[in-house]
């Protein structure tokens, strides 16, 4: 059965820390690793990524995927009370006609000032 | 503001009854899903629709369904509604081609059953 689990659960850190969310997946085709920021309510598209070694970056947020060890993360640095979120992994596969996403449980990042 | 819209916002109803949940794509996209989050189950891939065509199911109980309609606006439906339906409704849509897994989320629906 496909499986993604991110880790930590939950974390707790102070404006200006570096945070570092972990995902590993275990997926028959896999395709390609999405991370989603969820706030209030709808999960927001973050980075996409599909080959091992690359480093996505947007501001303070990037993330790697390393496909020999079956996992992803995502960095944070100089973190900010606006970063407060739930973070979701997901995955996708190759296999029929589906674009479906696998989503992990999530990471709930709070951001103390 | 992803462009995805989905109406109600939230919704109250008794166990046993039917509801139906709307949503609207980007303009543009031809595939709509739909997921559900609850609180023990995470976000899970409900059904898609690609262009008024079923593609594919996930964990999608019988008592729910789904369809695509000619202007690409989709409706999910939930009958028999039980206390463990609950959850909040997601759909979603995303452009065909390469980047068809950039999935952009709509605001959701709160389904409570009471």
């Known amino acids: 059965e496909d499986k993604v689990v991110q880790s930590p659960l939950s974390l707790v850190v102070h404006e200006g820390d570096t945070v570092t969310l972990n995902c590993s997946y275990e997926?028959?085709?896999?395709?390609?690793l999405l991370w989603y920021k969820q706030e209030k309510k709808a999960p927001t598209f973050l980075f996409m990524l599909?080959?091992?070694?690359i480093e996505k970056k947007s501001g303070r947020l990037s993330s790697i995927l390393d496909k020999k060890e079956l996992f992803s993360i995502l960095n944070i640095t100089a973190t900010q009370t606006g970063d407060s979120a739930i973070y979701l992994c997901?995955?996708?596969?190759?296999?029929?006609?589906?674009?479906?996403?696998?989503f992990g449980t999530g990471t709930l990042l709070a951001v103390q000032p | 503001d992803s462009g995805v819209t989905q109406t109600p916002k939230h919704l109250i109803t008794a166990t046993g009854q039917r509801v139906t949940l709307r949503c609207s794509p980007r303009s543009g996209d031809l595939s709509v899903y739909w997921y559900q989050q609850s609180l023990d189950q995470g976000l899970q891939f409900l059904i898609q629709?690609?262009?008024?065509?079923?593609?594919a199911k996930g964990n999608i109980l019988e008592r729910f369904s789904a369809q695509q309609f000619p202007d690409l606006h989709s409706e999910l439906n939930l009958s028999s509604l039980e206390l463990g339906d609950s959850a909040l409704y997601f759909c979603?849509?995303?452009?065909?081609?390469?980047?068809?897994?950039?999935?952009?989320f709509g605001p959701g629906t709160r389904l409570t059953v009471t």
């Open positions: 979603a849509s995303s452009v065909d081609g390469d980047r068809a897994y950039e999935q952009y």
């Open positions: 997901a995955v996708t596969n190759y296999g029929g006609a589906t674009n479906k996403l696998i």
């Open positions: 997926v028959t085709n896999f395709r390609s």
């Open positions: 629709y690609y262009n008024g065509e079923e593609r």
């Open positions: 599909t080959s091992s070694g």
